[in-house]
C-alpha cells in the first residue's frame, strides 16, 4: 500500500491509498532508486507512479 500527500506552489496533490502486488511496489522502488541516481534528485516510489499515470494519459491524448 502507498500513501502519499505533498503539496507546494507548483502541484497540490489528494492523499491516496493504493493496494499492489509486492512485486509492483519492488519495481517502483528499484525505478525510484534509478531515476534518483540518474537525476540527482530523490524519487519515491509515489513519483514514479505519477510519472507513469503522467505518461498513460498523454499518450492517450490528455495532457494534465
Do not use: C, P
Not at 502541484?11 to 541516481?37: I, M, P, R
Amino acid at each position: 500500500m502507498i500513501r502519499w500527500y505533498m503539496e507546494n506552489e507548483h502541484e497540490k496533490l489528494v492523499k491516496t491509498t493504493l493496494y499492489l502486488e509486492e512485486e509492483v511496489l519492488e519495481a517502483l522502488e528499484e525505478l525510484a532508486q534509478k531515476y534518483s541516481g540518474e537525476t540527482g534528485q530523490k524519487w519515491s516510489r509515489g513519483g514514479v507512479i505519477r510519472l507513469a499515470l503522467s505518461e498513460f494519459f498523454s499518450r492517450r491524448g490528455k495532457i494534465l
